[in-house]
């Protein structure tokens, strides 16, 4: 963050369900709570262009949708996001479009 704002770090914590591990050190933390917390930090760097790399790699579907929502609210604000990702559901649910990649041989 620019500058320290413990409310809006909370509530980036509490949007994606890991509010009560706000004390934990990041690597007592599982692979999806990490992931998770990953995607708190690009929302919290406020940064215009986000490239993420599987980023629901780990996440139930609870929490893949959790998180499509925070990229869906990100978009709306403008932001920018570049995603790559095999998740065909998180697609239908974020991507406006999508470039597909296939090995030529």
Not at 10 to 29: C, K, Q
Not at 43 to 61: F, K, M, R
Request: a negative charge.
């Amino acid at each position: 963050m620019k500058e320290k704002d413990e409310k809006r770090a909370g509530e980036i914590l509490s949007d994606v369900g890991l509010l009560t591990f706000a004390d934990r050190h990041p690597m007592s933390l599982s692979g999806g709570q990490k992931q998770r917390l990953a995607i708190a930090c690009g929302v919290a760097s406020e940064s215009e262009i986000l490239l993420l790399d599987e980023p629901t790699s780990g996440l139930d579907l609870t929490n893949m949708q959790a998180v499509a929502a925070i990229l869906n609210r990100l978009k709306e604000e403008g932001r920018t996001i570049i995603t790559v990702t095999h998740d065909s559901e998180f697609i239908e649910c974020v991507c406006d479009g999508v470039i597909q990649m296939q090995e030529v041989s």
